[in-house]
């Protein structure tokens, strides 16, 4: 391969916690092929956008940033790959509508990149316009052998397991990042104890189905119990898991393992059965609020989030009536709502129509964000009063005169620094004095 100069590359992400993971591994694919990675922009020979598809306004946000790099790109040679979900799921439309961009690679590709963008830039400095793209899904690549390039701080993402075999019927992954492949377990745990030498404190595993994950007897409660066992690992993390497969063991694995946080985010999606039926989620309400039941039987203090869609095909006023009861009688910790979106090829494009007006869908949102939002205020007035622990990861947003951290349970907790501060990645005790939806207050 011909890398003349040194290239310098700039990576922005877009999307989930497994696309920052991915991030971190086309990082280190490169570096080891001489690329040279810079946080300026303005600098960069080579721009790679990173993208995710789960929803329309997904798209939207990152065809604005190529627009935005079309202007960058008339006033200067620039090489522009796309990567990731999106990259996948719209292949033709944006390899062949687009000028501004010169290499695509989905989420199975990224070991081509190093050579697609070589000659991507050997054919720039020719003055050729050539584009390079490696869309093919794999049923077995886990990038195994790369040691990710991580980003400093406090917390480290090991990817466990890739794809996903779930195909709920509105959810695109399944055709963006291919079918579900879990990593070997010796490889994770040589890459949680080099994460741990490098003073990570956290490590969260990731998998679009992280709780499906298999190698040979080993099954993810036998996983994250091993990686808690590292040592130098203050906090293990996880997500997210899909409720149709929650053993006890791993229920146990949560309850008894100091250092596994006592957080679990656990996807509910719709509260009517039929919708749920429709989604293809293979639940019950009834058998969601049964788990949620088993689990704070095991693990009272454990906190627990979740997703919901509002406005799925043929979604009536009485389907969101039974989500609203639904999260009223689970009084879960906290909710990310979204509206329906339809993507291109699901299940639900091809069988279902969507046909729940856009206003409506935004009606229910706004609706459901507010009962959960007192839901969730209530819920964390209960700690007012009580010592937590939290890991620092910094100033807080709004002044660096304040502190900020997580509990267990992923709370965020402020506080004024005067009252006592450290590190980040330093497990410290708080008072919570004061709470609202979003923080506790303490000191
Ligand atoms: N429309 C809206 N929300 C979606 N999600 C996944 N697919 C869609 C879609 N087509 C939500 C689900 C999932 C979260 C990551 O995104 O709630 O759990
Ligand atoms: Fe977006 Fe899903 Fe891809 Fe993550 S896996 S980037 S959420 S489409």
């Excluded at 595993?205 to 298999?214: F, K």
């Excluded at 997500?239 to 146990?252: G, V, Y």
């Amino acid at each position: 391969m011909s890398v003349k100069t040194l290239p310098l590359v700039h990576i922005e992400t877009f999307g989930c916690q497994m696309n920052e993971s991915d991030s971190e591994l086309v990082r280190a694919m490169l570096k080891q092929e001489g690329f040279v990675f810079t946080d300026d922009r303005e600098r960069a020979d080579v721009v790679l956008v990173n993208t995710c598809a789960i929803r329309e306004n997904a798209h939207k946000k990152i065809y604005l940033h190529l627009s935005e790099l079309k202007t960058v790109k008339k006033q200067r040679p620039l090489v522009v790959g796309v990567l990731g979900c999106m990259a996948q799921n719209l292949k033709s439309e944006l390899a062949h509508k687009e000028p501004l961009i010169d290499v695509l690679a989905g989420p199975d590709s990224y070991r081509q990149l190093p050579s697609l963008l070589t000659t991507a830039l050997d054919a720039q400095e020719q003055g050729l316009a050539r584009k390079g793209f490696a869309l093919d899904l794999s049923e077995y690549e886990t990038y195994e052998g790369i040691l990710p390039d991580r980003n400093d701080g406090v917390n480290a993402w090991i990817t466990v397991m890739r794809g996903c075999d779930n195909f709920c019927s509105f959810c695109v992954v399944p055709y963006t990042r291919g079918r579900e492949r879990s990593r070997d377990p010796e490889s994770i745990l040589l890459e949680a104890r080099d994460a741990a030498t490098r003073g990570f404190k956290q490590i969260t595993l990731l998998g679009q189905n992280v709780n499906s994950y298999r190698h040979e007897e080993w099954d993810f409660a036998k996983l994250i119990s091993a990686v808690a066992d590292q040592p130098g690992i203050e906090r293990v993390r996880f997500t997210s898991p899909h409720p149709k497969d929650f053993p006890p063991a791993l229920i146990e694995a949560i309850a008894t393992h100091p250092r596994i946080c006592k957080h679990i985010h656990l996807p509910l999606q719709a509260g009517s059965d039929r919708i749920l039926e429709l989604m293809g989620r293979t639940y019950t309400g009834a058998e969601y609020l049964a788990l949620v039941e088993r689990i704070r039987m095991t693990i009272p203090c454990i906190v627990l989030t979740t997703d919901i869609i509002c406005g799925f095909c043929s979604e009536s006023d009485e389907d969101f009536q039974a989500t609203v009861h639904l999260v009223e009688q689970a009084q879960l910790d906290s909710a990310y709502i979204f509206k329906y979106s339809e993507r291109k090829n699901t299940i639900a494009a091809r069988k279902y129509a969507d046909d729940v007006p856009d206003q409506l869908k935004g009606q229910r949102v706004a609706k459901l964000v507010e009962i959960q939002r007192a839901i969730t205020a209530e819920r964390n007035r209960r700690y007012i009063g009580k010592t937590v622990e939290v890991l620092v990861e910094g100033d807080a947003t709004r002044s660096s005169t304040q502190g900020m951290g997580k509990t267990d349970g992923n709370i965020t907790v402020v506080w004024d620094k005067h009252t006592g501060h450290s590190e980040p990645g330093t497990l410290m005790t708080k008072h919570i004095f004061d709470a609202s939806a979003a923080t506790l207050y303490g000191a």
